[in-house]
């Protein structure tokens, strides 16, 4: 036992991530290319940091800042009443709801791993078990796992091209239908499946035949289908979304579970805002208990409704510059990866994209990726490792995009300088994704 810890207090203060650290190090001595150029360069952290001019005009308006005596008051656990009102009626419209959203079925915690760690609580049994196509966001690991004890069962992907396959990192039934029967030799009782859509690190966007496979898979083996879609609004490309919610009789739609937020669509990550929609009323009844240690502050919930609702400056200013400028910073940072010589996925995703640093490394062992991430960390700038994702491949990065283009031209010429490469003009093709 850790000193006075009880044994789960010490499981818990034991845990950590390189996702955490490297930006724990970046908060240190961040960069700024007026006041500290020989700071970190973040590009590890998935966050958008090319539209504060937007969301500051937006946001200081005299709409936004009434406060009424209500907004310092206890408050429905669930989310204020207006909030969740907006919250449902955005979503119907911008993920094509087949339904209007009910707001009785929203639930608004202080963000999507706060609703990940109640939502395990609440659908599985300690030692229980969830699927996760791997590379996945690893938060979900450690944030599960704080109050239900679940364990994570891993549908490996890989970047070769199998038979049958389209493209690097494909996710299938049969690899799905492989896990499970992997779990059950482990012992683990699965019971759910875990969806992120668009997916982070690899930026696919899955499509709607796949979609439907999921639910069919998930009524197959009666299980929880959990769909993150935080990056929903963040798609550039013109390889259409499909929203779970926009699908008509679905299967066991009791067992369909929605997760959104604004860190990622809105460059609001400090703001804590993560979104529930669930149509099973135990599942709601559960989480409204637990969102009690999960409340967003009034005033945040109020200023947020002011901002969904304006659909106007959402549809004719914010998405179409915040989409523009996202597309120029990928388009940067590819063109430095490849004169480079580190190919990438091809990203449907404007924040970020998952990049080939396999030649670099002095031997194709993760010991290998962890002495290259080493090096960068070294050098100040902190890319995140594919083993922080779970990935099965050493060597993968998944390198943010979405910063000024300041940061990311400092950032190629710091990883000239660190890989030793002379620029070239044949090299990193990106991959089909």
């Known amino acids: ?29 961040p960069y700024d290319k007026d006041h500290n150029i ?3 360069l ?19 308006r005299p709409d936004m800042h009434i406060l009424e005596p209500y907004l310092l008051n206890y408050n429905d656990p669930r989310g204020i009443y207006r909030f969740r009102q907006e919250v449902a009626s955005f979503l119907t419209d911008y993920c094509h709801g087949s339904e209007p959203l009910n707001p009785d079925n929203v639930i608004i915690m202080n963000g999507c791993n706060a609703i990940f760690s109640a939502l395990s609580a609440v659908i ?4 229980d078990g ?10 979900i690991d450690t944030y599960t796992s704080l109050y239900s004890g679940v364990k994570p069962v891993h549908v490996p992907l890989y970047s070769k091209v199998a038979e049958g396959e389209s493209y690097p990192f494909e996710l299938t039934i049969p690899k799905l239908e492989d896990a499970m029967e992997n779990g059950k030799k482990q012992g683990i009782r699965i019971t759910a499946l875990i969806v992120i859509n668009p997916q982070n690190p690899l930026g696919f966007i899955y ?16 299980l929880h289908l959990v769909f993150d879609e935080i990056y929903m609004s ?21 067992m369909i579970h929605f997760i959104w937020g604004l860190s990622k669509d809105f460059a609001m990550n400090g703001m804590r805002v993560g979104v529930l929609y669930s149509k099973n009323q135990h599942v709601i009844k559960s989480m409204s208990q ?32 915040n989409k523009r400028r996202l597309k120029k910073s990928q388009k940067i940072l590819i063109s430095g990866l490849k004169k480079l010589g580190i190919p990438v996925l091809r990203s449907s995703v404007g924040l970020y994209m998952w990049a080939d640093f396999r030649k670099f490394l002095k031997s194709q062992t993760f010991e290998a990726e962890m002495d290259l991430w080493l090096q960068l960390i070294a050098n100040k700038v902190y890319i995140a490792p594919g083993k922080s994702f779970e990935c099965y491949e050493p060597g993968w990065f998944r390198v943010t995009s979405s910063l000024p283009s300041d940061s990311l031209q400092t950032c190629i010429q710091r990883l000239q300088n660190i890989l030793k490469v002379t620029p070239g003009h044949n090299y990193g093709i990106p991959y089909k994704g």
């Open 207 to 222: 499509s709607d035949k796949l979609l439907k496979e999921f639910l069919e898979f998930g009524q197959r083996h009666s």
């Open 42 to 60: 973040n590009l590890g952290t998935s966050e958008n940091k090319i539209c504060f001019d937007l969301l500051h005009e937006r946001l200081m």
């Open 130 to 139: 969830f699927l996760l196509p791997a590379p996945y966001y690893t938060g």
């Open 1 to 29: 036992m850790m000193g006075s810890l009880s044994e789960r207090g010490s499981e818990i203060a034991q845990k950590g991530s390189i996702l955490y650290e490297g930006l724990q190090m970046c908060l240190q001595d």
């Open 38 to 40: 020989q700071g970190y």
């Open 124 to 127: 599985c049994n300690p030692g």
């Open 234 to 254: 963040s798609v550039l490309d013109a390889v259409p979304f499909t929203s779970i919610l926009s699908f008509h009789n679905v299967p066991d739609p009791e």
């Open 290 to 321: 637990l969102a009690c240690l999960h409340q967003c502050p009034g005033p945040t919930q109020y200023m947020l409704s002011q901002f969904l609702k304006d659909r106007d400056w959402l549809d004719k200013v914010f998405f179409p510059v």
